[in-house]
DNA sequence: GATCATACGGACCGGCGGTCCGTTTATGTG
DNA sequence: CACATAAACGGACCGCCGGTCCGTATGATC
């Protein structure tokens, strides 16, 4: 939107708009690793060149546009997980939820969203942005999560406890349990929703 | 002990014994291996020629012996782990102790391992033999906390809630908390029994 | 001290992440 | 439409690393 507008005025901006090219090769670049990690089950059976192979562009380009494997692949999950955000935002804002709902609502999405992509989470684990290491990922959920466990009265201690949850669904975890052990989604779902259950305290309501 | 008779009657016995020359290599790369993960906080920092370097032998060697990075990592943690397991054990099977000090004692030991360990266990994570896959430690920890999670009542899923108390200590979000979060050991401890405490069931007993 | 299985070590290989730079192209201008 | 230029492109190239191979050395055995 504006795009043009915006360009006019570029002395005024520090940001340059977005070349046509660069975008769809952006784009692309996306779409193919996203395709890529996904059908591979194990993240380094995924090479920057197989990537740049599929999206159809040049090495070069991946390394500029993304600075590295791990940028790209935290790209890729941005990607994907920006729609999602809104969504948690929402139905974490909506003023009718009772907390414990809210907390289990969040983890019950972050677990299928892992499921979903869990070949890409492993790879995005794997190559170094595991869970807290410089992953903005990770510290959207964890505060997410943190916000909505202080609101639970009988958590004493909501930073630690939302570490703790969100190790419970860790990608190679979640992929363990459903490929090698064959849980079923469903399974670890409901496994998940009564453990939670239990560490929001059968007392404190 | 009575290596001699063992090898007196070789003949009968498939496997061969070790070498001496072959022993103190061996001791010298495990060592070796253990001294340059402890001391370096990114598991890529050491590549195993500066193990082989370090110890003092031929890259061949390392390889020949443990097949890969990944069994040496292994091995590596197998030689740490193993006086710490016959403890473990004696602990477990020690008929005095209440369920739920059993568990909290087996989470606190592992805890404690692995923040004394902790370089070396993201090491190990890092080489793929992070959880569940391929990791004998792994299914030992599991199997272990799995029993003595079975005789707490009001635990109704000792399978999942073993996996998901092992993820809560997993080696990367410890040296997480304690290098980058700056939290105490004795703090993350504590912050953890309480923890467990909380999932073993605030009404169950 | 001869023989022989066993272990040694380091040159070597293939692949991968990441860089570099000469070439191409989208975009704005007259 | 031709031109200028900033921006993006792409793939040859590099260094490193895990893993292999094979000629050599050595501990065990008689």
Redesign the pocket.
Known sequence: MA??TE??E?TERTE???????Q???EAVLAAADALFAASSSP?G?????I?AAA??????????F??????IAAVITSRLEPLQRTVREVQEATGTAPRQRVLALLDTSLTFKIENRNLMAAAEDAGLSSPYRAQHYDWWHETLRAALDQVPGVHDPDFTAHALLATIRADLVAHLIDEQKMSPEGLRCSLAAYVDNVLGGEGG
Chains 1, 2 share one sequence.
């Open positions: 795009r043009r360009r006019t570029r340059r708009t977005e070349r046509a090219d660069a769809r090769n952006r380094h995924v090479s920057m060149d197989d740049a159809g562009v040049g090495k070069g380009t991946l390394f500029r546009r600075g590295d494997r791990a940028g790209l």
